[in-house]
């Protein structure tokens, strides 16, 4: 079964994970001809300098990992996930205040004094590593794209994002409750008492971003996805044409992106949370998940017999945590931020 539709899923590295399994203290190597090439072009005398964008109590957050976050594909660990936004400045703003919010967790995780040991983040790389089939050296590559200056770096990184994972399930999962009541009430209000269940056809385009893109290639594919929306959305032109030109999914080109009838649990989370709330014709703004930008079109829906009772309780009752979990997680970060000194320098 394909992933299920739960928040708690988050305790995972982010999408975008890449490096090798050199010790923290390791040296950098020289930098890759690219890099090189690109700081050549600089004028002589010229130093690029990292500013501070804010600051959460004593911590600062830099420029650089602003634009490195705002490169991503995927936020990541974030349980709480935004629409995407269209113009730079709002990307800007959205990106920082999650880092401001990620500042606060893990200020909270070193209170608790919440440690992740080398060991841990060492089997969390190698294993992303195979995940993605890439040697040591193709992903330093990847490391460097991505706006990380060594290895190293991205070790911390990973140090703080599996800090953090820590500090979600000690202070979120462990209150999450759903019971067995809630989730019978569920399937009785919503699948005929377990009976039937609806299924959406659908079709998308998908605007695919590599693993190796860097910040700026993120945001050119950013930028094509919203102008093909443009192009079907609001310039009305055919979804065939504009598909054709815009999908990158090999496995729908001929069908110009139809997905066929799929059921939600089936879906990416997030793909399936803005196909569920369309109307039959309406076509989503952008949507980013782990592979890239879509746009979609709902066209019909129907209700089918419910083949597997036991799946459609475990998807009723993931999706009753991820709501209850959202709803804890907002409320913490709120109590959160109205204790704590955060000075933003946009």
């Given at each position: ?81 935004s629409s995407e936004p269209r113009s730079a400045e709002a990307l800007r703003k959205q990106t920082l205040d ?249």
């Open positions: 079964m394909q992933k299920l539709f739960l928040a708690l899923a988050l305790l995972a590295l982010p999408t975008v994970a890449f490096a090798a399994d050199e010790a923290p203290a390791a040296a950098a190597k020289p930098a890759k001809p690219a890099l090189a090439t690109r700081r050549a072009t600089l004028p002589q005398g010229y130093h690029e300098v990292d500013g501070v964008v804010a600051t959460v109590g004593d911590t600062a957050i830099l420029q650089s990992e602003l634009r490195r976050a705002m490169g991503q594909t995927r936020g990541g660990n974030d349980p709480v996930q999650t880092l401001i919010d990620n500042a606060l967790v893990a200020k909270a995780a070193k209170e608790l004094g919440l440690v992740v040991s080398d060991g841990e983040i060492d089997g969390q790389i190698e294993q992303t590593r195979k995940r993605m089939h890439k040697s040591a050296d193709e992903f330093e590559d990847i490391v460097r794209n991505m706006g990380f200056p060594t290895v190293a770096a991205y070790r911390q990184h990973v140090r703080a994002e599996m800090v953090r994972v820590q500090m979600l399930r000690a202070k979120i999962a462990g209150k999450l409750r759903v019971t067995d009541d809630e989730v019978k009430r569920i399937i009785e209000q919503e699948y005929s008492n377990g009976q039937f269940e609806d299924e959406v056809h659908s079709r998308h385009m998908l605007i695919g971003v590599p693993d190796d893109a860097n910040p700026q290639r993120v945001t050119e594919l950013r930028d094509r996805a919203w102008h093909c929306y443009d192009d079907v959305a609001v310039h009305k032109k055919s979804w065939e044409d504009v598909a054709d030109d815009c999908n990158d999914d090999s496995a729908t080109s001929e069908g110009h992106g139809d997905l066929g009838w799929q059921k939600r649990w089936t879906l990416d989370p997030t793909f399936g949370n803005k196909l569920w709330a369309l109307q039959p014709g309406e076509i989503s703004t952008v949507v980013q998940t782990p592979y890239g930008f879509h746009v979609i079109q709902f066209i019909e829906r129907r209700r089918v017999p419910v083949k597997d009772k036991e799946v459609l309780e475990q998807f009723v009752r993931a999706r009753l945590q991820e709501e209850q979990f959202t709803k804890l997680y907002k409320t913490w970060l709120e109590e959160m931020r109205g204790s704590a000194h955060i000075d933003v320098r946009l």
